[in-house]
């Protein structure tokens, strides 16, 4: 891989191509490096060059962090203090004040901790470029949505207790572009049911950009220039965390309670929830993870450790199996295997099989993930609860800097 710049990587998709990833690892096997991070943060590492870059937090809020470590050694080189918060909002516990995923690109790094603020910052000096403390949201729980960036602009979610609509920044300034409330009809006055954390998805379907962005009880998708709602679907359900996928023509959306998991066709005009909902599946569906397309089937693991395949095209279980644990962190894969990471410490890599599970291997480290794993050259970067970890076989290791470029 040249770089894992966002959430889920360069395509949004989990996707680390033909990487040499290491099937086998534990904490004396195949570890280059182990780094202690401090705070207490769920956000995902991000990489481009010779740099991880990660967002902390203490476990009260007040302080906000954006932490940058050698690659190649795990040294530390930048500990930047974001924003201190004087009296930040209740965090539910399983949650955390730096839970969004930062977006990296070459000289700058955008840093977002929900309505506490967002930030850009100069990857070389560690200079704060501009930041925003603006942008009311009680989340209630802590935030959760990762901010995106595609051409200019920057896109975050804001679907809060009180307050639920998507803004566009400019980001080489921070500001506004357009900021478009939610059009939705929740069917309820509890700020409770409004909640969503996902990450929005931008694609170009038949001619036509979209940005395809997941809320509480439906899903709308906006015009990335200006924020014009292009179509809406309903389909239940709250809290939303998982980011859609676009493949095979339709947009895969994932939802806690309510349908669950449908596919949408998305050529549609205004609310499309009767016309273009091509399947939905109720079955072993994450609320937290995000599922993962390999050729014509999708393969994802519940929040209670039920991994499945689907058919992307109708929709139909190829097969389910247990693995066990508890599971937040989003797979990737690589080189025909899948990797999923624990809330505990373990691991488990498949095989992308639709015919069968087929397990090739389950490692062990001291803590678990609530972090989505990235990938730089053959070697995968993964974040515990804890370190920061570099774990790679050296057979296959990248030669020398630069090698994510």
Known sequence: MRYWNQYRGPDGNGWAGQARLPVEWSEEKNIAWKTFIKGKAWSS???????????????????????????????????????????????????????????????????????????????????????????????????GSSPIVWGDLLFINFDGFDFQYVVALDKHTGRTVWKQDRSIDYGTDNGDLKKAYSTPTVFRHEGRWQLVSPAAVGTVAYDPLTGRELWKVYHGGFNAAVRPIYTHGLVLITTERGLKLLAVRPDGQGDITETHIVWSNAKQVPSRSSPIVVGDYLYMVSDIGVASCLDVRTGETMWAERLGGKYSASPLYASGNIYFFDEEGKSYVIRANPEKMERVAVNVLENGCMASPAVLGNALIVRTKTHLYRIEDPTFRSAGPGENR
């Open 45 to 143: 590492p991000v990489v481009w060059g010779d740099e991880v870059w990660m967002t902390s937090a203490t476990e009260d809020g007040k302080e906000l962090y954006a932490v940058c470590v050698d690659a190649h050694t795990g040294r530390i080189l930048k500990d930047i203090t974001v924003f201190r918060i004087a009296e930040p909002m209740f965090c539910y516990p399983f949650n955390s004040y730096a839970s969004p995923t930062p977006v990296v690109e070459e000289g700058r790094l955008w840093v977002h901790y929900g309505s506490a603020g967002t930030a850009c910052l100069d990857t070389r000096t560690g200079e704060i470029l501009w930041s925003r403390q603006d942008l009311p949201c009680d989340h209630y729980r802590g935030p």
